[in-house]
């Protein structure tokens, strides 16, 4: 089955596509951005934002867990 707007890129990776999107601004530590580099690369995520929006929605998806290692992680 094929859904209209699905790119497929090897046999595991598929881009789906966002209707509507929103750019965003963050800042972060350069230490911290070459170390996401370094993660999202070996860990097969197509791109920097990818991995990101992949990381906030696992985050909220997570709720009260995700909320308590980030202030453990401060």
Same mark, same amino acid.
Request: proline letters at 1%; aromatic letters at 8%.
């Given at each position: 089955?094929?859904?209209?707007?699905? +790119?497929?890129? #090897?046999?595991?990776?598929?881009?789906?596509? !966002?209707?509507?999107?929103?750019?965003?601004?963050? =800042? $972060?530590?350069?230490?911290?951005?070459?170390?996401?580099?370094?993660?999202? +690369?070996?860990? #097969?995520?197509?791109?920097?934002?990818?991995? !990101?929006?992949?990381?906030?929605?696992?985050?909220? =998806? $997570?709720?009260?867990?995700?909320?308590?290692?980030?202030?453990?992680?401060?």
């Amino acid at each position: 089955m094929r859904i209209r707007g699905v +790119k497929q890129y #090897g046999d595991n990776v598929f881009i789906l596509p !966002i209707e509507s999107t929103r750019t965003i601004t963050i =800042k $972060m530590e350069e230490d911290l951005v070459r170390r996401m580099d370094e993660f999202w +690369k070996k860990h #097969g995520y197509t791109s920097r934002s990818e991995f !990101i929006r992949h990381a906030i929605s696992l985050c909220m =998806k $997570m709720g009260d867990e995700c909320t308590s290692r980030l202030r453990l992680a401060r």
